[in-house]
């Protein structure tokens, strides 16, 4: 059973930083591009950023480029991402997601079957 847990989460003020962790089982992690979405109240789930498990490449959308850092620990099954400098428009829950694509493309959400239960990022003003 596929297993994709996120933790990290928090309240910080605009500026700060924080680091998500998501831990995955249930399959052979190495083989699977990792993603990461968020969700704001009223709002679609947009991605943040994903990487392949092709070629490593990595994407961000342009709101968090420069800013956010996604990395993958094969030994440990998790998958990070490091937020800094934060704003309060990155305030949402933040999900996990993780598939087997054929593609070195991992941004889209529909390319996902796995998806975490969601942590919730708020920064405040």
């Known amino acids: 059973e596929v297993q994709l847990v996120e933790s990290g989460g928090g309240l910080v003020q605009a500026g700060g930083s924080l680091r998500l962790s998501c831990a995955a089982s249930g399959f052979t992690f190495d083989d699977y591009a990792m993603g990461w979405f968020r969700q704001a109240p009223g709002k679609e789930r947009e991605g943040v950023s994903c990487i392949s498990s092709i070629d490593g490449n990595t994407y961000y959308a342009d709101s968090v480029k420069g800013r956010f850092t996604i990395s993958k620990d094969n030994a440990k099954n998790t998958v990070y991402l490091q937020m800094n400098s934060l704003k309060p428009e990155d305030t949402a829950v933040y999900y996990c997601?993780?598939?087997?694509?054929?593609?070195?493309?991992?941004?889209?959400?529909?390319?996902?079957?796995?998806w975490g239960q969601g942590t919730q990022v708020t920064v405040s003003s």
């Open positions: 997601a993780a598939d087997f694509l054929s593609d070195t493309s991992c941004r889209k959400a529909w390319q996902y079957g796995y």
